[in-house]
């Protein structure tokens, strides 16, 4: 199989099914606060509330992503279920990169950037690792006519 038949072969449920599954989790999220949220393992990658100020409104805005931990930073990808358009948190941040990240352990007051060169292959792979959450990361990443850019959530301090 080539490269690209194996890119074509990944299979994505259709985008209406992403969205309604993305609909229920914020509504479960909002209901149940941090209690859905889940730390990472070595096979799999933790859950985080991110909460972003939105750029064109200046309201705070919160969105479930999956992480993994990279020392003291969180690791994430700015993807939209793998559709071509960046998703809106990560153009938040690219205005505001301070935001609040919320996991298991509590809040956590962030500043966000992109990955690039030698660090983004690192993480990556890192992400790569974590089996769960993303996919076949290469496969995937494929479809798309850009990049997907790679996260760094860097810890500031804790917050109250």
Do not use: C
Not at 32 to 45: I, N, V
Request: charged residues 25%; glycine residues 6%.
């Amino acid at each position: 199989m080539s490269t690209d038949e194996k890119h074509r072969s990944a299979w994505l449920p259709p985008r209406w099914f992403i969205r309604a599954a993305w609909w229920v989790h914020r509504r479960l999220y909002a209901a149940g606060g941090t209690r859905f949220l889940r730390r990472p393992r070595p096979d799999r990658a933790g859950m985080l509330r991110l909460t972003t100020v939105g750029r064109r409104t200046g309201q705070e805005r919160s969105v479930i992503l999956s992480y993994v931990p990279d020392g003291s930073t969180y690791v994430t990808l700015a993807m939209n279920g793998w559709a071509d358009p960046p998703p809106a948190w990560w153009l938040n941040l690219k205005a505001t990169p301070e935001a609040l990240a919320e996991t298991v352990d509590g809040p956590r007051q962030v500043r966000a950037h992109e990955a690039i060169g030698p660090e983004r292959e690192r993480l990556w792979s890192l992400l790569a690792a974590a089996d769960d959450g993303w996919g076949e990361l290469d496969d995937f990443a494929a479809r798309r006519s850009h990049q997907t850019p790679v996260v760094v959530l860097e810890v500031a301090e804790p917050t109250s």
